[in-house]
């Protein structure tokens, strides 16, 4: 049966409260996901929360008591709560029905099987939490086999990053590691680097590609620094027709993501 808990000052809500600070969620290897929908995205890929809150009479909703269920089945604790409380834990005035704690997703570069799929997206230095779940969208939308994130990239499992990825977080590996460590591991084994450039850069429309694909997208206000292009096998650029001079990150990565997959041979 589900606890219940209304007191701020219950030390299970602090110290979830605090996995909103990069530092805690880091320190923990946890993250908080908030909604119905989100929630149960995960739990349809296989994972379920260490902690599931919910607010006091939204306990009814099929898929509320379907999570339910699954969390106490699989040794997660219940909590059932307030939406006073929930806010707090979700930093939203109007929060979903429902909050999670769920361990850190992240995989190594090392664990990252190329061959099980003909694309996979990377991402250099993203700062918009935005654009960094809009990209975990695309990534699933396009059968993308993960996200590499390169530098100092936004934090993948902030709040805003994983209400903006939909789900798509629990459905895509996510692998982090500095330039050399990647450019490394992807010249020891097959694989063509595509980087959306300016300098040296031809119509996105005009190569063919060979799978498996590795997309490079840069940073939101600089692109990629030159020696990450000069790095790329082939580089593509979007013509841009009207007074704006670029497209957005996430939005560039989109276009380009069904390009390739119009273009690309087969793995063999």
């Not at 996995?19 to 909604?35: M, N, T, V, Y």
């Not at 089945?73 to 999670?100: M, R, Y």
């Not at 699933?140 to 994983?162: N, Y």
């Not at 027709?241 to 957005?248: W, Y």
Request: one cysteine or more.
């Amino acid at each position: 049966m589900p606890r219940e808990i209304t007191a701020f000052s219950n030390p299970l809500v602090k110290r979830v409260r605090s996995l909103r600070d990069k530092k805690h969620r880091r320190d923990e290897g946890l993250f908080l996901a908030e909604g119905l929908r989100i929630l149960t995205e995960a739990r349809e890929a296989g994972h379920l929360p260490a902690y599931l809150f919910f607010a006091k009479g939204h306990d009814t909703h099929p898929l509320a008591q379907e999570l339910i269920a699954a969390t106490e089945a699989a040794g997660g604790e219940v909590i059932q709560t307030d939406n006073d409380i929930l806010s707090k834990l979700s930093g939203k005035d109007n929060p979903g029905a429902v909050v999670g704690v769920y361990a850190e997703l992240s995989t190594d570069l090392a664990r990252i099987d190329r061959t099980t799929a003909p694309l996979w997206l990377v991402a250099e230095r993203l700062r918009d939490p935005g654009n960094l779940g809009t990209i975990l969208r695309t990534a699933d939308a396009v059968g993308a086999g993960g996200l590499i994130l390169i530098d100092e990239c936004v934090d993948p499992f902030s709040v805003e990053a994983v209400r903006a990825s939909m789900g798509a977080l629990f459905t895509i590996p996510i692998a982090r590691a500095p330039w050399t460590e990647f450019h490394s591991w992807l010249r020891a084994g097959p694989g063509q680097l595509v980087g959306l450039a300016l300098e040296g850069a031809v119509d996105y429309r005009a190569p063919e590609f060979a799978a498996p694909v590795f997309l490079l997208t840069g940073n939101e206000a600089q692109g990629l620094p030159a020696d990450y292009a000069a790095a790329c096998d082939v580089r593509v650029k979007i013509p841009m027709l009207g007074k704006a001079d670029s497209l957005n990150a996430a939005v560039a990565t989109a276009v380009m993501a069904y390009t390739v997959l119009d273009r690309i041979r087969p793995l063999d």
